[in-house]
C-alpha cells in the first residue's frame, strides 16, 4: 500500500516542497523501502495470530490428520510439531499436503541437520528449546522463521546479538515463568516470548496478558494420553475452550 501511494504523493509534492537532492536520496533508498515492505512474514506477527500454539508429538502417522483437523474444528488452525518422533518429519509433510491452509511449525530442533531436513518440507517456523550461533545462523541461511529458546538474560543477550527479537521462554514454568518475564520487560524493552513448557489452562490467559508475551506454547489440548486414546472430539472442545477464555 504505502509503496504504491508514496511515489504519488513525491509526483505532487515534489516539485513544490522538496528541493532536487532530497528528491534523488529518496529515490535512491526507494528498494530499500520497497524491500522492507514485502520482507518476509514476521514472526512475532504469526505467532501473535496463532495466539496459542499447540506443541504436538506424534507417535503414529495415522493421528496426525486427525489432531490437526481436530484442532482446527476447534479454532487453532497450526501447531508446533516436534522432532521427538521418527514419524515427525513424514507427518509435518502429510498435514500440509492435506491441510494447505493450516499453518505447520516445527518444535524440538536440536541440530542443523534438522533446519536442513525443515527447509525441505517448507514449514512455516521452527522453534528450538535453545539458543546457539550455529542453529540461528544455519536458520538464517535456509530462511526458516526460527523461534529459539532462552531461559536467562544472558542466552537473551547472546540471542539478541544475532539480531533476533522473539524468543521461547523455556521451560517456562520451571525457571520463572510470570514473575520472570515480568522481571524481563524493563531491560529488554522491545524483546517478546512465547513461554512454553508448564503452560496450563489454569496459567496461559495471564501469560498472554503480559505485554512482552505474543503467544504461548502448550500441549494440554493435544496430551499424549488424549492422542493414544484418539480422543479427537476432546481435542476439538479443550481447544475451543481456550479460545474462549
Ligand atoms: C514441550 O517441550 O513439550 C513443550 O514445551 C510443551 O510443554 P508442556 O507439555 O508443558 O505444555
Not at 499453518?103 to 542443523?112: E, F, R, S, Y
Request: proline share 8%; with cysteine; hydrophobic share 50%.
Amino acid at each position: 500500500m504505502m509503496c504504491s501511494v508514496i511515489p504519488l504523493i513525491l509526483v505532487v509534492v515534489a516539485p513544490q516542497s522538496l528541493n532536487f537532492n532530497f528528491f534523488v536520496s529518496f529515490l535512491m533508498l526507494w528498494p530499500a523501502l520497497v524491500k522492507e515492505e514485502f520482507s518476509v512474514i514476521d514472526l512475532p506477527e504469526l505467532l501473535r495470530s496463532i495466539k496459542i500454539v499447540p506443541v504436538l508429538t506424534i507417535e503414529s502417522l495415522d493421528d496426525a490428520i486427525p489432531i490437526c483437523q481436530a484442532l482446527a474444528r476447534g479454532g487453532i488452525n497450526a501447531a508446533e510439531i516436534t522432532l521427538r518422533t521418527p514419524v515427525a518429519l513424514e507427518a509435518m509433510t502429510l498435514v500440509k499436503e492435506a491441510m494447505p491452509d493450516f499453518i505447520v511449525g516445527a518444535g524440538t530442533i536440536k541440530t542443523p541437520k534438522d533446519i536442513e531436513a525443515l527447509a525441505k518440507i517448507g514449514v512455516a517456523f521452527g522453534v528450538s528449546p535453545g539458543f546457539t550461533k550455529t542453529l540461528s545462523n544455519c536458520a538464517e541461511e535456509n530462511e526458516l522463521l526460527f523461534l529459539p529458546g532462552v531461559a536467562t538474560p544472558s542466552e537473551l543477550l547472546t540471542g539478541m546479538e544475532t539480531g533476533r527479537t522473539c524468543f521461547k521462554l523455556f521451560p517456562a514454568e520451571a525457571v520463572g515463568g510470570i514473575p520472570l518475564l515480568k522481571s524481563l520487560a524493563a531491560p529488554f524493552e522491545g524483546i517478546v516470548f512465547c513461554p512454553t513448557g508448564g503452560v496450563s489452562p489454569e496459567n496461559y490467559q495471564t501469560y498472554l496478558n503480559l505485554p512482552n508475551v505474543v503467544c504461548v506454547g502448550g500441549s494440554w489440548m493435544v496430551s499424549p494420553a488424549l492422542i493414544a486414546e484418539k480422543k479427537w472430539d476432546k481435542i476439538t472442545q479443550l481447544t475451543k475452550t481456550a479460545l474462549e477464555m
